[in-house]
C-alpha cells in the first residue's frame, strides 16, 4: 500500500492539475473577490445530511467556482464514492461517513492535503472495529448511531467556526470512548465463552439422551410402568452420563444397554421369542439399574423407582401379557432428533478457518452481519455475536455448511480501511493529472512546433513573395530599361536624323552665301551683343570663308565644317536665308516625327 503521507502530499499537485470533462470550470482565472463562497452552501447540505455529490451540488446552482474549488469536490466525491464499495461497512453506516465529502471538500480547497489531518484518517480507518454493525435497530446498533450524530454537531460547530478543532475533539473523544468500549468487550467475550461452552456441553448431552430414548421407544409399545421410569429416571441417568464422559465413556455404554433391555422385556414382540433369556435379563436387571444409577450419581436409586419394573417381570415371566400403550404417545410432546446419535465433529481446519470471520445474510440495507465468535465442539454448533460479546444465537454446522452453499450466508468480502482508499484513489488521481500535464505539455509542445512552421511557411512564403516581387520588379525595371534604351535610341536616332537634316541645311546654306552676305554669330556671353558680320573671302581651296563687320573690321575666318557645326548648334545664323533655314527644318522634323508614329 502506498505511504499515506507521501500520497496525500500529492493532493496539492491535483487540486491545482488535473481537469475534468463535464464539471463547471470557470472560463479563464477568476479574481479572488469574484470567485463565490461555498461555506453556506455546504453547511446547508450538511445540516440536512444530504447524500448528494458535491460536484453536483456545485452544478445545481449558477455561481462562479475556481478550478480549485470544482477538483476539490471532486477529489472528495471520488475518494468517498470508493470508500463507499470497499469499505465493507454496511451500507447505512457507510452512506453516513461518506457525507463527510462536503467538510474534506471544503478543508481542501482552504489547505490541500491538511484537510486529511491525522486524528481524522485515525478515526476513519478506527471504524473497521464496527464492520459487524448491522442495522438491527438493537441497543448496540443505536449506541453508534447516537455517536455518529455527535458527528453532525462537531462537523456543523466546524463549519461555523471555519477550524477543524470541533472534529479534532470528536475523533479524539472517539478513540478513547472505543479504549473503554474495547476492554470492556474483551470481559463480555471471555465471560460468554465459557457459559456457551458450558451450555453446549449440556445440550449435547439433553439432545443425546432424548435422541437415545427416542430412537429406543419409536415404534414400540410398552407397558406404563416402563415408559415412566425411561422418562422419569433412565433419561436424566443418560444425559449425566453423557456429560460426564461423553459417548465413549462406560456408564454411557452401560445405560444405553440398559435402555435396549428395558425395551425388550416390555415389548413381548421382541422378548416372547426368547423366554430364557427373558427370565436371565429379568433375573439381573434390576440389580444392574441400581449399580450404573450409583456409580453415575455417587447414590442409591431411590427405593420404589423400580417397583413398577419389578410388576412388569414378574407378569412377564408368569407368561402374562401386561397392558401395553405406544410409548412416544405416552411420553407426550416428546421432541427428539436422530441425528445426535451420528454426532460427528468436521476436521479442525475446518471450523478453524471459519473462527474469527464475519459474515453477512440478506442484501443491502436489509443486511444483517454476525461475527463467528467459536466453533462449539461438544454440540458442533457456531457461536454467533455481535463482535463485541453478545450473543446473536447459536447454529448447528450443518446448518451453517448449507447456508453458505445456498448463499444464504456469505463471508464478509475484505475491508478496506480509509487510509488505503485515500492512499490509492489520490495516487490514481496523481497519475492521471501527470498524464494530463504531458499531454498539456506535448500539445503545447506541438502548438510552438506548429507555429514555428508557420512562421517559417510564412517566412518562406513572404521570401518567395518578396523574390517573386523582385523579380517582376526587375522584370519592369528590365522592361523599363529596355523601353527607355529604345527611347533614347529612337531620340538619339532622331536627333541623329535631326542633326544630320540640319547639317544638310546648314551645308546647304554655307554653301548659299555669296559675297557679301551676312551671318550674325552668337558671342556667348550673356552681356554681349552678336556680332554681324559679312563674309568678304571664300577660299574654296581650304574651304575657309572670312568674314567682317560692317566696316570691314574684325575679320573672323571660318571653315566650312566649322561654320556648319555653329549654324547646326544655333550659334550661328545666316541672314536672308535663315527663316527659310527655320521652315525647312521645321518641315524635316515633322516628316520624322510622322515617320515614327
Known amino acids: 500500500m502506498p505511504n499515506i503521507k507521501a500520497v496525500s502530499g500529492r493532493i496539492d499537485d491535483v487540486l491545482a492539475g488535473i481537469r475534468v470533462p463535464d464539471l463547471p470550470y470557470p472560463a479563464g482565472k477568476l479574481e479572488p473577490d469574484a470567485v463565490s463562497d461555498w461555506r453556506p452552501l455546504l453547511i446547508s447540505c450538511w445540516s440536512e445530511q444530504r447524500d448528494e455529490r458535491v460536484t453536483h451540488v456545485i452544478r445545481s446552482v449558477h455561481l462562479e467556482w475556481s478550478a480549485r474549488q470544482v477538483n476539490a469536490a471532486y477529489v472528495a466525491d471520488r475518494i468517498m464514492d470508493v470508500f463507499l464499495k470497499t469499505s465493507g461497512l454496511h451500507p447505512t453506516l457507510a452512506r453516513r461517513i461518506a457525507r463527510l465529502r462536503l467538510y474534506l471538500a471544503w478543508r481542501m480547497n482552504l489547505e490541500g492535503k491538511k484537510a486529511f489531518s491525522a486524528p481524522l484518517v485515525a478515526w476513519l480507518d478506527s471504524l473497521q472495529e464496527w464492520r459487524g454493525w448491522s442495522d438491527s435497530g438493537g441497543r448496540s446498533a443505536r449506541v453508534l448511531l447516537d455517536q455518529l450524530d455527535a458527528l453532525i454537531i462537531a462537523v456543523s460547530a466546524s463549519f461555523e467556526e471555519g477550524s477543524t478543532q470541533p472534529v479534532e475533539v470528536f475523533c479524539r473523544q472517539w478513540e478513547a470512548d ?336 555669296k559675297l557679301g552676305g551676312w551671318i550674325v554669330v552668337e558671342s556667348g556671353e550673356p552681356d554681349s551683343d552678336a556680332a554681324r558680320l559679312k563674309l568678304a573671302v571664300r577660299i574654296n581651296a581650304s574651304r575657309k570663308l572670312v568674314f567682317v563687320d560692317r566696316l570691314g573690321l574684325n575679320r573672323r575666318e571660318f571653315l566650312e565644317d566649322d561654320l556648319v557645326a555653329g549654324i547646326v548648334a544655333g550659334k550661328i545664323r545666316v541672314l536672308g536665308t535663315s527663316a527659310e533655314f527655320d521652315d525647312t527644318l521645321s518641315r524635316v522634323v515633322g516628316r520624322i516625327r510622322v515617320g515614327r508614329n
Open 178 to 513: 472505543a479504549v473503554k468500549r474495547n476492554s470492556q468487550a474483551e470481559k463480555l467475550r471471555q465471560r460468554l465463552l465459557e457459559t456457551e461452552q458450558g451450555a453446549a456441553k449440556q445440550r449435547r448431552a439433553e439432545q443425546t439422551a432424548r435422541a437415545l430414548v427416542g430412537r429406543a421407544l419409536q415404534g414400540r409399545e410398552l407397558p406404563v410402568p416402563i415408559v415412566r421410569f425411561i422418562l422419569d429416571f433412565w433419561q436424566s441417568l443418560i444425559k449425566q452420563a453423557v456429560w460426564e464422559g461423553g459417548l465413549q465413556g462406560e456408564a454411557f455404554r452401560h445405560g444405553s444397554k440398559l435402555l435396549e433391555w428395558l425395551v425388550w422385556i416390555g415389548d413381548p414382540s421382541l422378548s416372547d421369542q426368547d423366554r430364557n433369556r427373558l427370565y436371565h435379563v429379568g433375573e439381573q436387571i434390576g440389580d444392574r439399574i441400581l449399580d450404573v444409577w450409583k456409580k453415575v450419581y455417587k447414590t442409591d436409586l431411590p427405593g420404589d423407582a423400580l417397583s413398577g419394573i419389578e410388576s412388569v417381570m414378574v407378569s412377564r415371566l408368569r407368561g402374562e401379557t401386561p397392558a401395553l400403550v405406544n410409548a412416544l404417545e405416552e411420553a407426550g410432546q416428546f421432541q427428539w432428533d436422530g441425528r445426535w446419535l451420528g454426532f460427528e465433529l468436521p476436521a479442525p481446519e475446518t471450523y478453524q478457518a471459519v473462527e474469527g470471520q464475519w459474515f453477512v445474510e440478506g442484501e443491502g440495507a436489509r443486511e444483517q452481519r454476525r461475527f463467528c465468535f467459536a466453533f462449539l465442539a461438544d454440540s458442533a454448533e457456531i457461536l454467533w455475536t455481535n463482535g463485541a460479546g453478545v450473543k446473536l444465537g447459536v447454529q448447528p454446522w450443518s446448518e451453517f455448511q448449507a447456508a453458505l452453499d445456498r448463499n444464504q450466508l456469505r463471508p464478509l468480502p475484505k475491508m478496506t480501511p480509509f487510509g488505503q482508499v485515500l492512499s490509492e484513489t489520490v495516487e490514481l488521481l496523481a497519475n492521471v493529472c501527470e498524464k494530463q500535464r504531458k499531454q498539456r505539455e506535448q500539445a503545447a509542445e506541438a502548438a510552438r512546433v506548429r507555429a514555428e512552421e508557420l512562421r517559417r511557411q510564412q517566412e518562406a512564403e513572404e521570401a518567395r513573395r518578396k523574390a517573386q516581387e523582385a523579380e517582376r520588379e526587375a522584370e519592369l525595371e528590365r522592361q523599363r530599361q529596355e523601353a527607355e534604351a529604345r527611347r533614347i535610341a529612337d531620340e538619339e536616332a532622331e536627333q541623329a536624323r535631326i542633326l544630320k537634316e540640319r547639317t544638310l541645311l546648314a551645308e546647304k546654306q554655307v554653301a548659299g552665301i
